[in-house]
């Protein structure tokens, strides 16, 4: 938004507009769970989230967690004249700009300095005193760390969020904005931490990479589109805040989690009960909270921390066996296999009809779910792929599907088959899955005889 | 009545402001239309002033006859017969010209028989098509879809070449979502299709709008002068997410852009195996 | 009443018969009237009300396109939005009711229902309408469609498939928010209007052809008379169409209807449904429409052109410019307005060939247009124009009238519209003929025949400010779409900014933008200009402007029944400063021979 017109525009519009436009409500909302709280244990989690997360327009950048907040980290090398310093161990995640503001730390103190230049090159950077600076101002030394563009990943990423993503996976990232009512499937709530689909293992969190290529790619099948003419900067960017809006979730799920064990309100009977429970609540609150805290932050931290490893994607050992009939009748027993149980969720014939789409599953808490058949970790009655459409959610690779296949699709009940399944197993199952949508044509009679009626059935239908 | 001034300053200063055409049209046709567009834009540029200028001058005429004093009397008529017949013929003339002006563009443009169906083919036969092969000279499917492009091109063979775009999806296509990359310099020919709803297929630099009708295969050529990206959007009502499909239209030279689907060849069959093995 | 001839001993008194009416107590005096005058107002006021309703929805639309995702006032909070932002389906439900209200609900019905009901008899010299209580039904029918379009707020983000409800968009509930339960109520209120629409033209042209005054034969009609006839059959023939279409889409959207699929082919996969099952086809929605709305876009302009060519006629003291011509170029208008429909369809797939046919017939109905602009100036031309706050808007009419016209025709030019289509060079071209032309006559109409409805003047000075308001915030809202719709902006973009081509057109949306709510505001003193006249307005005698047509023969207000005696037609109505004539108006009821500047006969004094 260009700022000039606006200066105009907004004394006018607040003349026009008695009533303002100052009610914006950007706020993040809290889970259901915590209302059934008692009064104090809601506080403590108003607060808990405000201190370490703070509010979608004043974030707090909470250094424990695995987020690029900044424009880029970088230590000093070494020190040049008039405050040039050469970096090293360059963390970037938007470019280096001119006066950017630049922050590092002296025996405990705060030094801040702008950005007067940079060369990408020589990583050389000039920093200037910033505005005000006093005598004693002088540039980083070797080895100091510095902090280029405080915030500025996660602010750019808000606002790309906000302009492209907020009405569908909503202000607080719980999948619940104005449009997603109308969308099947709804759209992700990254509370849980759970991405469907990503290049790691069955246990192991998504990549940033995976949250990129998801936005680049889009969910074919699905409302979530291509968002490929992004610029890789800005799609970081925003990966960068929904894995901050995903790890605020799963911070306040396990927070949430172990208070409702003891402290919801409904649970106490009588006032005495209710006064013991708040009583208690506080003693926890000085004593245990703290640290069962960190630990839960270590965890998620860790968790995130360690998905982003080399170790953790998986990839192939064996090469693809090329697609044959042999390959693909293969793979076809492996569908059929007691092994693989494919077909109980895909169907004989892959139409995503088998017989546990009418069994009554569980929910997390034991009930039964009151409608039959399959559903993921936030509870939502899901339809295991009909594989005769060729549409791909994860990818249409070769790749993606043996990854499907060997990992899983987190947080459904499409199980990893990693330790289950070979390698060539996996390939030719991921043939024959890739030959379904070909199947009213013979396995290997293979593309290049074109069926006879077509080419004139499009010039007959375009007429 | 100083609007008239006021709407031709502002068509005056637009081009330098930047409130114009997104760009020069950059292909043969794209020209064509322009020039139309100009042609008409200078015939209703005369007839506005003209009759601003007459409706200026009957008011300013009318205006001193009521001043105080002027005896001058109304003039009494119910119109003139010459008139009439003049103002109904001219501009009869000038707008069947027109009309009949522009009818060699839209044949070239959406009529199959006139589409240039030999250059289309001979580009094919230099990217080593078989183009003997019964079927249209289309280089890729463009789907649209909520909200976005799906977009098919025809894969290779097991020699390497490039195989026609067939009707129906094939195992050895190749498919971008957003990402349209054909040709430039030569007329290409797209299938445009829907999955959902109707769309319209806009390349604004182009001058190219084609619905994209459900249940209809519908045939789309045009022609990219320069090797470079062009916008490509949704130009008719989808639902929601309509400003959404934002997508990108690549031109590159013939045999680029055979490199290119070769990357995509290659990207498409990625099993991963070989990242480890370097 | 229906005799045309001239002697008329026989027939009067006819008149009087009505006098004899007992007062008929409120509700049927002021709610369930028969009287055409009351069903006029009714409409006016409605359709006034409706124009307000319309402007909010188009400045929610603006607000977004100037301040993309800020926070909305008076709309925002009210519906669905998160973090200060509306979201886009609430966006597209905004351009699609705007454009539904100020179709369905204002101009149509202020021109046909308001205007035509109120002048139709008052002009020829009837006592009321033909069918006095389908008149009456024809205005209480628009309620239930008024009701039907405010439930289908309620429903999942309100109606958003466009005023032109395409399907497949509009077929399947799963294919927008808006495409459910709203998309439904949207048709049911449609057919209502429709139904409306169609008692009205049917009573306009039985009253026009059998009511008429005796001596007042075809061509001594008013052109607005002429324009209401030619309106009347316009609808009468398109919207059986329009309702036609409009069930059958009801048909294919109800899930326990018939289940046809007139509109859906097969194959279509919408929000991850089952693929659909049919053998429609989108584009004979598209015909069927358009068949109607063609048509109906001139059916939203005739009656406008008729009443500025009796006010300019009357303001500028001067027969108007050639009557005939007028007459046939409204008639040659509606005639070419049947065979135009594919030019909204160019780009839509239709069969080509078709393309090059209608491009020839719609380049084609610009000459009539161009005619009746020639006339109009030539109207003006030598006359003693009076200028008050009706002229300056007939004169608008013609001035924005003449740009919309021409900016047609880059339209209807096929490759040129190939490239224009669906850019805001479409928005600007009807909102310069439906805003631009329609409006500012009907402005002027409510200044000029006030005085006829309420025997109270509004005031003049009040007129030109709104007019001069309206006029800057007009231009300076629509004349830049053009420009827009050149560099390219798509229509019904909820942030066209998200493409890089167009980012640099902000500054220019939020200029429009800031026209917009001038103009909006302006609105308001329409309306207290109406409203206050009514009852504190200065007092005006039969005819104050000073003009020829039968209508101010009557007592303003017309009591019911209309005239005093039946009045008694001996020329036609643009006789101004007529040379053997010493008033510079001379009453179509003055019998010729009469003594310069004696009274009419028909209206003692």
């Known amino acids: 938004m260009s700022g000039k017109p606006l200066l105009i525009i907004v004394p006018l519009c607040l003349a026009v507009f008695m009533t303002g436009c100052g009610s914006s409500g950007i706020e993040f909302r809290e889970r259901e769970e915590t209302a059934e709280l008692i009064p104090p244990a809601q506080d403590y989690m108003e607060e808990l989230l405000a201190e370490h997360f703070g509010s979608p327009t004043a974030s707090v950048a909470w250094e424990k967690l695995p987020i690029n907040y900044h424009a880029a980290t970088a230590t000093v090398d070494e020190a ?24 590092w730390f002296v025996d405990g103190s705060a030094h801040s300095g702008q950005v007067a230049g940079f060369d990408e090159d020589l990583n050389a950077l000039t920093v200037s005193p910033p505005a005000g600076a006093d005598q004693n101002w002088a540039p980083p030394a070797p080895g100091a760390r510095l902090t280029i563009g405080p915030g500025e990943t996660l602010q750019q990423g808000r606002l790309l969020y906000a302009e492209h993503c907020q009405h569908c996976h909503g202000v607080t990232g719980d999948g619940n904005g104005p449009t997603a009512e109308y969308l099947e499937p709804r ?38 589109p291509s968002f490929k003419l992004l610029t890789e900067e800005e799609s970081a960017a925003i990966v960068e805040y929904v894995r901050w809006l995903a790890m605020r979730g799963e911070t306040e799920l396990r927070r949430i989690e172990i208070l409702t064990l003891d402290f919801r309100a409904a649970d106490a009977e009588t006032q005495e009960e209710l006064d013991e429970m708040i009583q208690e609540f506080a003693e926890a609150k000085e004593d245990d909270f703290p640290n069962d ?161 077509a080419p004139e059935a499009t010039v007959a239908k375009s007429e | 009545m100083f609007w008239p001034l006021a709407a031709l300053y502002l068509c005056w200063i637009a081009p330098e402001r930047g409130w114009w055409f997104p760009s020069e049209a950059m292909s043969p046709l794209g020209q064509r239309i322009d020039d139309l567009f100009y042609m008409i834009l200078i015939v209703t540029t005369v007839v506005f002033i003209g009759t601003q200028i007459a409706l200026g001058y009957v008011l300013w005429t009318g205006a001193r006859r009521t001043d105080p004093g002027n005896e001058e009397t109304t003039w009494f008529s119910h119109g003139s017969h010459n008139l009439e017949v003049m103002w109904t013929i001219v501009p009869a003339g000038i707008l069947l010209y027109i009309a009949l002006y522009q009818i060699d563009v839209w044949r070239e443009f959406r009529m199959r028989p006139y589409f240039p169906q030999e250059q289309m083919t001979a580009s094919l036969t230099r990217m080593g098509v ?109 639902g929601w997410g309509h400003y959404k499909m934002k997508a990108q239209f690549v031109a590159e030279p013939e045999q680029e852009w055979l490199q290119w689907l070769r990357e995509l060849h290659e990207l498409q069959n990625e099993d991963g195996v070989e990242e480890t093995d370097e | 009443m229906s005799t045309i001839s001239p002697t008329v001993d026989t027939h009067a008194g006819h008149g009087d018969d009505h006098g004899h009416h007992h007062d008929p107590g409120f509700v049927r005096k002021y709610l369930f009237s028969t009287d055409h005058k009351v069903i006029g107002i009714q409409f006016l006021i409605t359709t006034l009300l409706m124009l307000m309703v319309g402007g909010a929805l188009a400045l929610g639309v603006r607000w977004q396109l100037a301040f993309p995702w800020e926070s909305m006032p008076f709309f925002g909070p009210l519906f669905a939005s998160q973090g200060g932002q509306i979201s886009p389906e609430f966006y597209t439900m905004l351009f699609t009711m705007h454009a539904t209200v100020m179709i369905f609900l204002v101009i149509i019905p202020i021109l046909a229902g308001a205007f035509g009901n109120f002048l139709i008899p008052l002009m020829i010299g009837a006592d009321d309408m033909a069918f006095p209580t389908l008149n009456m039904l024809s205005y209480w029918f628009m309620w239930p469609a008024i009701l039907f379009f405010g439930l289908s707020f309620l429903f999942g983000g309100g109606p958003a498939a466009g005023w032109t409800s395409y399907p497949v968009l509009a077929a399947l509930a799963e294919a927008a928010p808006g495409s459910g339960g709203a998309q439904t109520c949207w048709l049911i209120a449609v057919t209502f209007i429709g139904v409306s629409s169609m008692m009205g033209s049917v009573n306009y042209m039985t009253t026009i052809i059998n009511m008429r005054a005796p001596g007042m034969t075809l061509f001594r009609m008013p052109l607005t008379i002429w324009s209401m006839f030619i309106t009347a059959i316009l609808q009468a023939f398109a919207l059986p169409v329009l309702t036609a279409a409009g069930f059958m889409l009801v048909f294919d959207r109800l899930p326990w209807s018939v289940h046809s699929t007139f509109f859906v082919p097969s194959g279509l996969v919408v929000n991850n449904a089952e693929p659909t099952v049919g053998g429609g086809q989108p584009l004979l929605w598209q015909h069927l429409f358009w068949f109607y709305s063609h048509p109906a876009v001139y059916i939203m302009l005739l009656p406008a052109m008729g009443m500025v060519s009796d006010m300019l006629a009357c303001m500028s003291r001067k027969p108007i410019f050639g009557y005939k011509p007028m007459v046939y170029s409204m008639a040659a208008i509606a005639g070419l307005g049947f065979i135009v429909w594919g030019h909204h369809m160019f780009t839509s797939g ?60 880059f339209m209807a030019a096929v490759p040129v519209d190939i490239y224009i289509h669906d850019t805001y060079f479409i928005v600007a071209h009807f909102h310069y003929v439906l805003f631009g032309a329609t409006l500012f006559g009907v402005f002027g109409a409510i200044q000029f025949w006030f005085p006829k409805m309420f025997g109270r003047t509004m005031s003049d000075t009040i007129g030109k400010w709104h007019f001069v308001l309206t006029f800057i915030g007009f231009n300076g809202t629509f004349f830049p779409m053009h420009l827009l719709g050149v560099a390219g902006m798509p229509r019904r973009y909820a942030d066209p900014y998200l493409h890089p081509y167009l980012e640099h057109l902000l500054p220019m949306n939020q200029l429009m933008t800031i026209s917009a709510i001038l103009m909006g505001f302006a609105q308001f003193l329409l309306l207290f200009n109406f409203l206050y006249s009514m009852r504190f307005g200065e007092k005006c005698s039969r005819n104050p402007w000073n003009a020829n047509g039968l209508e101010w023969v009557a007592p303003s207000p017309p009591p019911h029944g209309n005239f005093e005696s039946v009045p008694v037609v001996y020329r036609g109505p643009y006789e101004y400063s007529h040379p053997d004539h010493s008033d510079d108006y001379w009453l179509q009821t003055e019998p010729p021979g009469a003594q310069p500047g004696a009274k009419p006969q028909a209206a003692p004094a």
């Open chain 1, 80 to 103: 040049g004249e008039s405050g040039s310093v050469t970096l090293a161990n360059i963390g970037r995640t938007l470019p280096i700009n001119e006066g950017q503001q630049i922050l």
């Open chain 1, 187 to 224: 759209p992700r709530d990254y509370r849980l931490g759970k991405f469907k689909f990503t290049s790691t293992s069955t246990v192991r969190k998504a990549q940033r990479d995976d949250l990129a290529r998801i936005i680049e790619e889009g969910i074919p099948g699905t409302y979530m």
């Open chain 1, 293 to 453: 805290f960190a630990d839960e932050t270590e965890q998620i931290a860790d968790s995130w921390r360690v998905a982003q490893e080399e170790s953790s994607v998986v990839l192939p050992k064996t090469p693809r066996t090329p697609s044959s009939p042999e390959s693909i009748a293969k793979g076809r027993e492996i569908y059929l296999s007691a092994t693989a149980k494919c077909v109980t969720c895909h169907g004989e014939s892959g139409k995503g009809d088998g017989p546990q789409t009418m069994q009554v599953a569980k929910d997390a808490s034991g009930q039964n779910y009151p409608v039959p058949g399959l559903h993921d970790d936030w509870g939502r009655l899901i339809e295991p792929r009909n594989l005769t459409t060729g549409i791909y959610r994860g990818g249409r690779r070769p790749l993606d599907l043996y990854r499907r296949i060997h990992s899983g699709i987190k947080g459904t009940p499409m199980t990893g088959f990693g330790t289950s399944l070979s390698d060539e197993q996996i390939w030719d199952l991921v043939n024959y899955v890739m030959s379904i949508p070909f199947e009213d044509r013979a396995p290997g009679e293979g593309p290049f005889v074109p069926s006879e009626s």
């Open chain 2, 130 to 238: 078989d183009t003997d092969v019964p079927g249209d000279r289309a280089l890729a499917e463009v789907t649209a879809r909520q909200f976005e492009w799906r977009i098919r091109y025809p894969g290779f063979d097991e020699d390497g070449n490039l195989l026609p775009l067939m009707t129906d999806p094939q195992p050895t296509d190749l498919y971008t979502v957003n990402d349209l990359h054909l040709p430039a310099g030569v007329p290409v020919m797209i299938n445009l299709l829907s999955g959902d709803v109707q769309h319209s297929f806009f390349l604004p630099e182009l001058r190219v709008k084609q619905d994209a009708v459900p249940g209809l295969v519908i045939p789309v050529w045009f022609q990219a002068e320069k090797s470079q990206t062009y916008d490509l959007l949704c130009a008719e009502l989808c």
């Open chain 3, 350 to 409: 239709m069969n080509p060939a078709l393309g090059m046919t209608f491009m020839i017939s719609t380049i084609m109905i610009a000459l009539p247009s161009a005619v009746k602009v020639f006339n109009w100036i030539g109207t003006i031309w030598g006359g003693r124009p009076q200028f008050n706050a009706v002229f300056l808007n007939c004169v608008a009419f013609v001035s924005l009238f003449i740009v919309g016209g021409l900016s047609g025709i």
